[in-house]
């Protein structure tokens, strides 16, 4: 918190629709990371951070990109924050979601990205930790009826 500023750290923000929501409540965006270029770009469109530097597109698997986040860490750090206040992360599940009957290496090894967000908030500390992965999905095409009271 920097000041009575709540702060927050976005791992795999995609276009950032999570991250907007916490824009709108007031908090403020220490670092959004997102690999694909494009989607990171809607996020600096609809400004989620303050600095330039908040924006980190890159692998979160690389140590670049993990030290990117931290020094925008260190950066919110000298400013007067005294610890990120969230960490939400919401990497690749469909290696271990049992809707996906195509899985393939490809999304096995991403699997390893949970792991990796993990090791990373281990690392932040946080006050909180926010994290959607749906490891279990209903199979498609069946239909549920709505329970009224």
């Known amino acids: 918190m920097i000041g009575q500023q709540l702060t927050y750290i976005s ?28 989607r990171l770009n809607i996020q600096k469109i609809n400004q989620k951070c303050r ?15 993990k030290q990117a986040i931290y020094q ?3 950066k919110w750090h000298k400013l007067g ?26 999304d ?3 699997n390893s990205l949970i792991v990796q967000s993990v090791s990373m908030v281990k690392h932040i500390q946080p006050r909180f930790f926010i994290r959607l992965c749906a ?3 209903r199979p498609s095409g069946r239909r549920y009826k709505a329970q009224t009271a």
């Open 108 to 110: 096995l090894n991403r």
């Open 11 to 38: 791992l795999f923000s995609s276009a950032g629709v999570g991250c907007f929501g916490f824009k709108q409540a007031g908090f403020a965006c220490i670092a959004t990371n997102e690999i694909e270029f494009r």
């Open 135 to 137: 490891v279990k999905l």
């Open 72 to 74: 925008e860490m260190d």
């Open 81 to 106: 924050n005294d610890r990120v206040d969230v960490v939400i992360a919401t990497p690749p599940c469909q290696g271990m979601s049992v809707a996906n009957h195509k899985k393939n290496d490809k």
């Open 51 to 65: 600095f330039e530097t908040g924006y980190i597109q890159g692998d979160i698997q690389d140590q670049t990109t």
